[in-house]
């Protein structure tokens, strides 16, 4: 299994521009997890679904910041607009039966906003 | 609100060593997991541990928990340069799917 595939690995814009992270879970995986890690806070959870759909979006900071499955091997998470606030890694993460079970991490995307 | 708290002491130690972790958390839990994350890595799951088992073990892991006082530890024994990395646990309360995580405590193992 090639794990859980996040694309790009680094991105940098410009304040002002739209950004799009994209993740492809584990075939089989029915809870998809969107975290953002950063010196100051730590591991934050913006969003996860169940069954491709949006189970628990409180997580998500701003009206700037959505999320979408269309299909169960494929979500984006979309800023628009970006701020240098926003600067931080983005995890994807998908598990089999969502916190009851072992969460398997992308790479990240790493994103910088200036 | 995250849930999972590590000590906040980075560890310094020298190949062979011991290194043990604590983690504190504050409500009623379903179970608690410690994940492990090289730099420039997503996080990798190393052990979960259920709220009915008070120890568990994984090759060189030794996990234990106590609910009645919160509180969660990771031993790593015979540390090798390898395990240099930085440690979360995570907890999920019961009936919820947010596993939330702790600042992660770096661990630094000199060969």
């Known amino acids: 299994d090639a794990g859980v595939i996040q694309s790009p690995r680094h991105e940098v814009t410009e304040m002002g521009q739209e950004v799009t992270l994209r993740c492809k879970p584990i075939?089989?995986?029915?809870?998809l997890f969107w975290y953002r890690q950063t010196m100051m806070r730590g591991l934050e959870l913006l969003i996860y679904?169940?069954?491709?759909?949006?189970?628990?979006d409180s997580g998500m900071p701003e009206d700037r910041f959505s999320a979408k499955m269309p299909n169960a091997s494929f979500s984006t998470l979309k800023i628009q607009p970006s701020e240098p606030r926003d600067s931080a890694v983005y995890f994807c993460?998908?598990?089999?039966?969502?916190?009851?079970?072992?969460?398997?991490f992308g790479n990240g995307t790493r994103l910088t906003v200036t | 609100s995250q849930q999972g708290e590590e000590d906040p002491q980075a560890l310094s130690i020298q190949e062979g060593e011991n290194a043990t972790m604590n983690c504190s958390y504050k409500?009623?839990?379903?179970?608690l997991q410690w994940y492990r994350q090289n730099s420039g890595r997503g996080l990798v799951h190393l052990i979960l541990i259920r709220s009915n088992e008070r120890e568990k073990h994984s090759g060189r892991l030794r996990v234990t928990l106590d609910t009645s006082k919160k509180s969660s530890s990771l031993l790593i024994t015979a540390s090798r340069a390898a395990d240099t990395a930085s440690y979360f646990c995570?907890?999920?309360?019961?009936?919820?799917?947010?596993?939330?995580f702790g600042k992660g405590n770096q661990v630094v193992v000199i060969p």
């Open positions: 409500t009623s839990i379903n179970n």
């Open positions: 995570a907890t999920d309360s019961y009936g919820n799917n947010r596993l939330a």
């Open positions: 075939s089989g995986h029915d809870y």
């Open positions: 679904f169940n069954n491709n759909v949006p189970i628990d």
């Open positions: 993460a998908s598990s089999s039966t969502g916190g009851n079970s072992p969460l398997h």
